[in-house]
């Protein structure tokens, strides 16, 4: 993820100087109908540009498959529920970057040359703190690490509640960990960097405060993490709650596999709310075949996603921090509109702006 992370910033950067887009309307040739087409770089592919829109469309119809037959209903019952997705096509020094919008489903592509080593250099000094994968890195937010490598890192984990989420948009905001580290990489090759953000998603859908879990990894290209069957309710209408303790850890390696568990209280016993009792529930989610052979750093933050100039609140506290079992004491990584104190094993993050 580090490098990803860095081609996204990057984007941002780059895309930040062009004053125009190009709307696409039925004039634009099939399959690009309605696609926002934001280039900083005339010497591109429209057979790319399509290339990549359907490859974005289909990854979000797998995922709808996906999700409706989790819930036991169609893919058009489903049809509503919107999906967020990112998806980047390299050919030469040309990036062509896909998203679909989980608010509201608009699609964009942006379409820009690769920045310098030494431009991706100056935007990561200044300390820009990535949201969570579903979303590009502009936004805000705090970040502490422990550098060491390890099998797990686990954390008792408080969330916010409705009072420290003012103004925070739902479905954009986001406690979480997770680590940077060598693995299988998408290319085939076994040491790969690769890069996981482990955690959970803030919604106030359904009129209630809820964090429901993510896991979304990179190896060269994004995977999204399935759900256990047998600890899959806390999705959906459900959520962990706000202003409680959870239990959370993260795998580099478990069984082949990268996987993140969640144990609390829930909202409801299940992902569809039969009844809202308060219920302790686990949630397991994995990425089969990471293979992660080794962890550079744990990291542990709180942020808010969306643009340069988003606002709102997010609180997260991360106690008892531990790497296989060993008590650690993480240091401050970055301070984006946030404050991040460090106390022997807990770290705190308030965001603000």
């Given amino acids: 993820m580090k490098k990803s992370l860095a081609v996204l910033t ?26 926002q087409i934001l280039p900083s770089t005339t010497d591109h592919s429209t057979e790319k540009v399509k290339e990549l829109v359907q490859k974005g469309r289909q990854v979000s119809a797998d995922n709808a498959l996906k999700r409706a037959a989790k819930l036991g209903v169609s893919a058009q019952a489903d049809a509503a529920e919107k999906d967020a997705v990112n998806y980047l096509l390299i050919e030469g020094g040309t990036h062509y970057l896909y998203e679909k919008n989980g608010l509201d489903g608009a699609e964009k592509v942006y379409v820009y040359e690769q920045a310098p080593e030494a431009q991706a250099a100056a935007v990561k000094a200044k300390g820009r703190v990535t949201a969570a994968a579903v979303n590009l890195p502009d936004g805000i937010g705090g970040k502490a690490i422990v550098a060491k490598n390890g099998s797990y890192m686990n ?15 739902s479905g954009a905001t986001y406690i979480y960990g997770g680590f940077s580290g060598v693995g299988k990489g998408s290319n085939g090759s076994t040491s790969y960097p690769v890069e996981a953000d482990m955690g959970l998603q803030y919604s106030n859908a359904y009129g209630y405060v809820k964090w429901t879990p993510i896991l979304s990894y990179y190896n060269g290209v994004k995977s999204n993490g399935s759900f256990l069957s047998s600890y899959n309710q806390v999705q959906y209408k459900n959520g962990f709650k706000g202003g409680v303790d959870l239990n959370l850890t993260t795998y580099r390696n478990y069984n082949g596999n990268t996987r993140l568990s969640i144990s609390g209280t829930a909202e409801c016993p299940d992902m569809a709310c039969t009844s809202q009792t308060d219920t302790y529930l686990t949630s397991v989610m994995e990425v089969a075949g990471t293979n992660v052979s080794s962890v550079t750093k744990w990291k542990m933050l709180a942020t808010i996603a969306g643009s340069e100039t988003v606002t709102g609140k997010n609180y997260a506290q991360f106690k008892n921090v531990n790497v296989d079992g060993v008590s650690q004491t993480p240091t401050i990584e970055a301070q984006d509109y946030a404050t991040v104190t460090v106390s022997g094993s807990t770290v705190t993050i308030n965001v603000s702006r």
Wanted: a neutral charge; proline letters at 7%.
């Fill in 10 to 35: 990057v984007a941002a950067a780059v895309l930040a100087s062009v004053p125009t887009s190009l709307n696409v309307s039925a004039a634009a040739p099939t399959g690009l109908e309605g696609v």
């Fill in 155 to 169: 954390a008792t984990v408080r969330t916010a509640t409705a009072a420290q989420l003012t103004g925070a948009p």
